[in-house]
T-cell receptor
Framework: GAGVSQSPSNKVTEKGKDVELRCDPISGHTALYWYRQRLGQGLEFLIYFQGNSAPDKSGLPSDRFSAERTGESVSTLTIQRTQQEDSAVYLC???????????FGPGTRLTVT | AQKITQTQPGMFVQEKEAVTLDCTYDTSDQSYGLFWYKQPSSGEMIFLIYQGSYDEQNATEGRYSLNFQKARKSANLVISASQLGDSAMYFCAMRGDGSSNTGKLIFGQGTTLQVKP
């Protein structure tokens, strides 16, 4: 079956512009996670969705970051007024339920110039 | 707060030899899970092995084994019979498994492993 997909795979944007990153989880997976990975670093948790429950936004670094997910489908991560420090790979993962193995997508490499 | 520490930024190992990648953790949760992921230069995150905090036996998956020492709060990854394809970044991660936890993973900084022919 299809894995987690993310688009675009690469995004170059100018400082101050807004960007939208997309994640398609594995069909039937109720839990969805966004992580950020700066160059040479580990992954940092950003946000978690589980079904129709309120998302856990505790990892979002600033109010310029937001994310949405409709039901158990696609999620979008939006970064407004991008800054150079936002340059990173943004990884999405989904799992059957909370606590189950997370399957990662290939990531979106964001470069802010 | 939960924390994962990987103290080895880079490691070298000769092909066919075994190597141990270190991981220590800190948590106040009674129930938690420990994971190892491999990240090749292509960037994908590949799940390798999982250890639950209440598991009495060390986890094994093929050439991978997890040396779990709960009292020392360590969860080292042992790779036996290293292969050239094992060259990658390796991440240790933890998930709190209490009722209030969301399943999010806390990652260490990673260890870059290079296997020499």
């Amino acid at each position: 079956g299809a894995g987690v997909s993310q688009s675009p795979s690469n995004k170059v944007t100018e400082k101050g512009k807004d960007v939208e990153l997309r994640c398609d989880p594995i069909s039937g997976h109720t839990a969805l996670y966004w992580y950020r990975q700066r160059l040479g670093q580990g992954l940092e948790f950003l946000i978690y969705f589980q079904g129709n429950s309120a998302p856990d936004k505790s990892g979002l670094p600033s109010d310029r970051f937001s994310a949405e997910r409709t039901g158990e489908s696609v999620s979008t991560l939006t970064i407004q007024r991008t800054q150079q420090e936002d340059s990173a790979v943004y990884l999405c993962a989904s799992s059957l339920g909370t606590g189950d193995e997370q399957y990662f997508g290939p990531g979106t490499r964001l470069t802010v110039t | 707060a939960q924390k994962i520490t990987q103290t080895q930024p880079g490691m070298f190992v000769q092909e066919k030899e075994a190597v141990t990648l270190d991981c220590t953790y800190d948590t106040s949760d009674q129930s938690y899970g420990l994971f190892w992921y491999k990240q090749p230069s292509s960037g994908e995150m590949i799940f390798l092995i999982y250890q639950g905090s209440y598991d009495e036996q060390n986890a094994t998956e093929g050439r991978y084994s997890l040396n779990f020492q709960k009292a020392r709060k360590s969860a080292n990854l042992v790779i036996s019979a290293s292969q050239l394809g094992d060259s990658a970044m390796y991440f240790c991660a933890m998930r709190g498994d209490g009722s209030s936890n969301t399943g999010k993973l806390i990652f260490g900084q990673g260890t870059t492993l290079q296997v020499k022919p």
